[in-house]
């Protein structure tokens, strides 16, 4: 089989345009089967730390409230990301978090008081296409890259609908590669 190499803005084109056409029962259908994949693969403990998304659900994302309950459930921290200024900062987020929606339709807590906390058992990150090398292609903005770079993170999870196809052929010095790729029926491992 012939290897594909493709640039960010064609994929992320083409990626965030198949999704678009899921319905909103897909989207919830996949993403739970996402997060049974997640739960399979990965030993989760009380106290385990979480850095997870909270997804634009204009632009179908895995829906992460599976995530969400679980955490909630059995002890283990979970971490959302949130924007302020050019910095991608993480909040601790409890049952009790008080949320707004921030300018780009995503869901964040209404503090801007970040944790202190630098290290993460796991951080689910979003994504619009990931290639079999594990090199993640997002909304272009750099958020993720710069947070992997600033903090230990022991696994780094994209999650998608789709499996890795072609390869991303402009990749930076400062992408951070990805160590799994969770789709709906297997986990990818780089």
Same mark, same amino acid.
């Given at each position: ?14 990626? /965030? ?36 998304? /909270? ?28 924007? $302020? =200024? ?9 049952? !009790? ?15 801007? $008081? ?6 993460? !058992? ?12 594990? @090199?993640?292609? =997002?909304?272009?903005? =750099?958020?993720? !890259? ?5 903090? $230990?993170? !022991? @696994?780094?999870? =994209? ?5 890795? @196809? ?25």
């Amino acid at each position: 089989m012939e290897t594909i190499f493709e640039t960010k803005e064609v994929l992320r084109k083409r990626y /965030l345009d198949k999704r678009m056409t899921l319905s909103q029962d897909e989207v919830f259908l996949f993403s739970e089967q996402i997060f049974e994949m997640f739960l399979k693969e990965f030993n989760l403990k009380p106290n385990s730390k979480i850095h997870c998304f /909270l997804p634009i659900t204009s632009k179908n994302e895995v829906n992460t409230q599976f995530f969400f309950d679980y955490c909630f459930k059995n002890s283990i921290q979970i971490f959302v990301p949130k924007v $302020v =200024g050019d910095d991608l900062i993480s909040i601790e987020v409890t049952p !009790d978090t008080e949320f707004s929606i921030s300018k780009w339709n995503i869901k964040e807590p209404k503090t801007n $008081v970040g944790s202190t906390i630098k290290e993460f !058992d796991f951080c689910l990150t979003p994504l619009l296409y990931c290639d079999p090398k594990g @090199n993640r292609v =997002g909304y272009g903005k =750099g958020f993720y !890259d710069r947070f992997f770079s600033e903090n $230990v993170v !022991d @696994n780094k999870i =994209g999650l998608s609908f789709y499996k890795p @196809n072609s390869l991303v052929v402009d990749v930076l010095y400062s992408d951070i590669r990805l160590d799994f790729l969770i789709i709906p029926n297997q986990v990818f491992v780089f």
